[in-house]
């Protein structure tokens, strides 16, 4: 297994990881998206709402919030032994807010949410939820919880989690002439004519969509698409609930937790 | 009513952007300019901005004039 090509931006990362096999990389995807735990405001308290939007719209919209998570304070609820329906301080973390729009129309955004723990807190704290004329009030408790996104998509600590297969292009230099036409149709604009010859510039864009060799004027294409099956590109986006490596980190020692579980079952039927 | 807090299609994060594009749209510049400045760069999470209408506002007009008119009795 290698990790190469890695560039990393902001809450966007994408690499290649070598020598695994497909079956490998969707379970790392599908790992990533559905089972790594993230926090998540899964309870709100209403105690009054008197803003445009009913309390379900509001409770929705809480829920939707990125939560910094801290996988290390916090465990999952199904793991918390305190069997309380809200959970107790290692289960959940807790928020409040209060606020009126007194002589003006007023904005409330995810940072008028008073966290009790201030390592949980919103990600961002511009994303406007609701808007409140004046004399509108709005007063509630919520409750955040780690939570997978098997459950519910706001559990989920990516946006985009996608791999595909490195691409290999060979070109035949015998039969090229490098008339330039494969340059022109190629949508991701990958090839290029350099020293009167044609050359790939960058492999890792391509598509695979082969109107390259659909474009081509020769009788027999010089250019051949293929792709490899154990090097895979991954691109992945964070949504801030977690650092990106975080992510990936997290999604190995989840298969790993899985793996290791059987391997128990499977010793003590010995 | 009011901009969904995440992208529809992927699940992105789009509210904390949308006054800034509004904004920028009511001062006359071009959608796309003002998408490609705040890294929206998928189509998902772009037609959440140009499909997007805030009714919460005109609604608060009726409730401001309710209110006024209750005040008023």
Same mark, same amino acid.
Request: charged share 25%.
């Given at each position: 297994?290698?990790?190469?090509?890695?560039?990393?931006?902001?809450?966007?990362?994408?690499?290649?990881?070598?020598?695994?096999?497909?079956?490998?990389?969707?379970?790392?995807?599908?790992?990533?998206?559905?089972?790594?735990?993230?926090?998540?405001?899964?309870?709100?308290?209403?105690?009054?709402?008197?803003?445009?939007?009913?309390?379900?719209?509001?409770?929705?919209?809480?829920?939707?919030?990125?939560?910094?998570?801290?996988?290390?304070?916090?465990?999952?609820?199904?793991?918390?032994?305190?069997?309380?329906?809200?959970?107790?301080?290692?289960?959940?973390?807790?928020?409040?807010?209060?606020?009126?729009?007194?002589?003006?129309?007023?904005?409330?955004?995810?940072?008028?949410?008073?966290?009790?723990?201030?390592?949980?807190?919103?990600?961002?704290?511009?994303?406007?939820?609701?808007?409140?004329?004046?004399?509108?009030?709005?007063?509630?408790?919520?409750?955040?919880?780690?939570?997978?996104?098997?459950?519910?998509?706001?559990?989920?600590?990516?946006?985009?989690?996608?791999?595909?297969?490195?691409?290999?292009?060979?070109?035949?230099?015998?039969?090229?002439?490098?008339?330039?036409?494969?340059?022109?149709?190629?949508?991701?604009?990958?090839?290029?004519?350099?020293?009167?010859?044609?050359?790939?510039?960058?492999?890792?864009?391509?598509?695979?969509?082969?109107?390259?060799?659909?474009?081509?004027?020769?009788?027999?294409?010089?250019?051949?698409?293929?792709?490899?099956?154990?090097?895979?590109?991954?691109?992945?986006?964070?949504?801030?609930?977690?650092?990106?490596?975080?992510?990936?980190?997290?999604?190995?020692?989840?298969?790993?937790?899985?793996?290791?579980?059987?391997?128990?079952?499977?010793?003590?039927?010995? | 009513?009011?901009?969904?807090?995440?992208?529809?299609?992927?699940?992105?994060?789009?509210?904390?952007?949308?006054?800034? &594009?509004?904004? !920028?749209?009511?001062?006359?510049? *071009?959608?796309?300019? @003002?998408? =490609?400045? %705040?890294?929206?760069?998928? &189509?998902?999470? !772009?037609?959440?901005?140009?499909? *997007?209408?805030?009714? @919460?506002? =005109?609604? %608060?007009?009726?409730?401001?004039?309710?209110? !006024?008119?209750?005040?008023?009795?």
């Amino acid at each position: 297994m290698e990790l190469s090509s890695i560039k990393q931006q902001d809450n966007a990362i994408r690499f290649i990881l070598s020598g695994v096999t497909p079956a490998f990389a969707n379970a790392m995807r599908r790992v990533m998206i559905a089972e790594v735990p993230t926090m998540a405001i899964d309870d709100v308290i209403i105690i009054e709402n008197t803003s445009v939007l009913f309390d379900e719209f509001l409770a929705h919209r809480f829920g939707l919030i990125p939560l910094t998570t801290d996988l290390d304070s916090y465990i999952l609820p199904e793991k918390c032994d305190c069997n309380s329906e809200l959970g107790c301080n290692r289960c959940r973390a807790s928020f409040t807010m209060e606020i009126e729009a007194k002589d003006d129309m007023i904005v409330v955004y995810s940072g008028d949410l008073k966290p009790d723990n201030p390592v949980v807190t919103p990600v961002n704290n511009k994303i406007p939820i609701v808007k409140l004329a004046a004399g509108q009030k709005l007063q509630l408790e919520a409750y955040a919880r780690l939570g997978r996104g098997q459950e519910h998509a706001k559990w989920q600590p990516v946006s985009v989690c996608t791999y595909k297969y490195l691409p290999k292009i060979s070109i035949d230099m015998k039969k090229c002439d490098s008339c330039g036409k494969c340059v022109k149709f190629c949508p991701k604009c990958i090839l290029e004519i350099k020293d009167k010859r044609l050359v790939v510039k960058d492999i890792e864009e391509c598509t695979l969509c082969t109107q390259c060799i659909k474009n081509c004027p020769k009788k027999s294409c010089p250019i051949k698409v293929e792709w490899s099956e154990k090097d895979f590109i991954f691109n992945i986006e964070s949504n801030g609930a977690l650092p990106i490596t975080k992510i990936v980190e997290q999604a190995a020692i989840q298969i790993g937790e899985k793996a290791s579980e059987l391997s128990s079952l499977m010793k003590n039927l010995e | 009513m009011i901009i969904p807090v995440r992208c529809f299609t992927c699940g992105n994060v789009i509210a904390d952007r949308w006054e800034e &594009y509004s904004n !920028r749209v009511k001062g006359g510049e *071009h959608p796309k300019e @003002i998408l =490609d400045d %705040l890294g929206i760069s998928r &189509y998902c999470c !772009r037609r959440m901005f140009i499909s *997007h209408v805030d009714v @919460i506002d =005109d609604i %608060l007009k009726y409730y401001e004039a309710t209110a !006024r008119k209750f005040h008023n009795v």
